[in-house]
């Protein structure tokens, strides 16, 4: 079977640890992403990856880190800089063809079941 | 710069009876929309996407989205609701330019019997 596997499903930290979400993916692509959701909100991203060995920041980035070292893998620790990190993270990658003429990516981004964090 | 406001935060309908999600967008590029069904506790779903080609695109589980450009807007609709049609749905657009999406703030879907 294809697709994205996010672990552990839930997951407690006591305030001050640093803890490292995982996210694995045998579709073969090559971008991968990173969101926090927050109850009654969207989903907004934390960081992304294009390629291997090279991520850059999203739009809340601060108190997290991740790696990507692999293409099936990209995880997301949550360190304790991060000042409220109880939330749903969700992982996603996508398949990236290079668009002639810079034109809108019509891929779409698949989504793994999520890791719900919480902070005791 | 985008962003894309999901008009109503909740929306109740009978079984039976249909189903209109509210969405307007705006981009400054020719956008690809997305609609993404998501469950509690569960990932995100595709429902459907619109890439600049027919523009009332059709989905899964009977859903299908008008692209009004004139209006900037991609609702989502459905005849006939389901009980299992009750989650969250969200509208997204992209892009293309950094690969990224940005997100509505989500409609939750009652389906009451």
């Known amino acids: 079977d294809g697709g994205i596997t996010q672990s552990p499903k839930y997951l407690f930290r006591k305030e001050g640890q640093n803890v490292t979400l995982s996210c694995e993916q045998n579709?073969?692509?090559?971008?991968m992403y990173w969101y926090r959701q927050d109850p009654g909100q969207g989903l907004r991203l934390i960081y992304y990856?294009?390629?291997?060995?090279?991520?850059q920041k999203g739009d809340i980035a601060e108190g997290y880190s991740v790696s990507r070292e692999k293409k099936e893998s990209f995880p997301l620790t949550v360190t304790s800089a991060q000042k409220n990190p109880t939330a749903f993270y969700l992982c996603?990658?996508?398949?990236?063809?290079?668009?002639?003429?810079?034109?809108?990516?019509?891929?779409?981004?698949?989504f793994g079941p999520g890791t719900r964090l919480t902070v005791l | 710069a985008q962003s894309v406001t999901q008009l109503d935060s909740h929306v109740s309908v009978s079984e039976g009876t249909p189903v209109l999600l509210r969405c307007n967008y705006s981009?400054?590029?020719?956008?690809?929309l997305f609609w993404y069904v998501q469950h509690p506790n569960k990932g995100l779903q595709l429902l459907l996407k619109?890439?600049?080609?027919?523009?009332l695109v059709k989905g899964i589980n009977g859903f299908e989205a008008e692209f009004k450009k004139s209006e900037t807007s991609f609702h989502l609709t459905k005849p006939s609701a389901h009980m299992s049609d009750a989650a969250e749905y969200f509208c997204?657009?992209?892009?293309?330019?950094?690969?990224?999406?940005?997100f509505g703030s989500g409609t939750q879907l009652t389906v009451l019997p």
């Open positions: 996603a990658s996508q398949r990236n063809r290079g668009i002639a003429g810079g034109g809108a990516s019509t891929d779409t981004q698949y």
């Open positions: 579709l073969n692509h090559d971008a």
């Open positions: 990856s294009q390629i291997v060995n090279d991520f």
């Open positions: 981009s400054s590029y020719s956008p690809s």
């Open positions: 619109y890439t600049s080609a027919a523009t």
């Open positions: 997204v657009v992209s892009d293309g330019s950094a690969r990224q999406l940005t």
